[in-house]
């Protein structure tokens, strides 16, 4: 039976299967979760790139009936154009906020709790911009993705405790890394995008194209893993992509076009 998956990107939400893909909302998004009967996204509002702005992103709800999308609901509004991912865990709503390089958490009622400070606010573009991406977390741990590309660093998966005390951090064998899933043994699968690899933290690469991974979910009996070309941020709203899908031991079973850069993907 084919595992029906969510795919956010900047064309707006996807259904995708082994099957193909099917469009369920335009809108430039980005972060995507499930979560009883729901759909909760990260978008920015704003029309084109040229319109971004520090307050035109917002988070986003939907009904979700087996089928399709409906009744919109904005939760959040004033964020930055460029927040990542957005999970539930501990029961508290978590965004990514890039530019401002820190993890936002909001209580079941959409009031904000925290900004936890991953790394001292910085330019957008310059030298000390860690480009934070991806967040993990459950009631003990939390952990977040650093990109690092701006840095000159290599990536890092910075760990913390449930009130966001460091614990330790982990290099990634490459700089602009997306996506932290962790395994049912303990061990973490990340996508090593700049190669087109997806890898165990600390152990084997597997190669999945030679585009630009990001998007990954891991199922009892399957992987799937978004990738794109990749190209200027102006240009990122019409890029094409693909989700590839592999079983657990990693070897690939199928593979689909999809018209969209995959930004994160969810399975529903």
């Known amino acids: 039976m084919s595992t029906d998956y969510l795919l956010a990107s900047r064309q707006g939400l996807f259904l995708v299967n082994r099957k193909g893909h099917r469009p369920l909302t335009t809108g ?17 509002t704003a029309a084109d790139a040229g319109q971004d702005s520090e307050s ?29 991912q ?12 890039t530019f401002h390089q820190c993890i936002r958490e909001y209580d079941a009622d959409w009031r904000p709790i925290a900004a936890h400070r991953i790394l001292p606010e910085a330019a957008r573009n310059g030298p000390d911009h860690g480009h ?6 459950d009631g003990k741990t939390v952990r977040v993705l650093l990109h690092n590309l701006k840095r000159k660093q290599l990536s890092e998966i910075f760990e913390y405790d449930r009130q966001f005390r460091e614990r330790g951090r982990t290099t990634l064998p490459g700089s602009g890394c997306h996506d932290i899933v962790p395994l049912e043994d303990g061990r973490l699968l990340t996508c090593l995008s700049d190669d087109g690899r997806i890898a165990i933290v600390g ?15 891991v199922g009892p009996d399957e992987i799937a893993v978004g990738s794109s070309l990749y190209g200027r941020r102006v240009a990122r709203a019409i890029l ?18 999809v018209p969209a850069a995959p930004t994160q993907m969810r399975a529903l």
């Open 28 to 44: 430039r998004f980005f972060g995507v979760v499930v979560r009883e009967g729901e759909v909760f996204a990260f978008l920015n």
């Open 132 to 137: 934070i991406n991806s967040i993990a977390g």
């Open 86 to 97: 957005v999970d539930f865990f501990d029961g508290s709503f978590f965004v990514v906020d």
């Open 203 to 217: 152990g084997e690469a597997f190669q999945i194209d030679e585009y630009w991974t990001r998007g990954l979910v």
């Open 240 to 257: 094409p992509g693909f989700v590839t899908f592999l079983d657990r031991g990693f070897a690939q079973t199928g593979r689909i076009y």
């Open 56 to 84: 035109s992103g917002a988070i986003v709800a939907y009904a979700w009936d087996g089928e399709g999308l409906s009744n919109q609901r904005v939760l959040v509004e004033g964020l930055d154009h460029n927040c990542h």
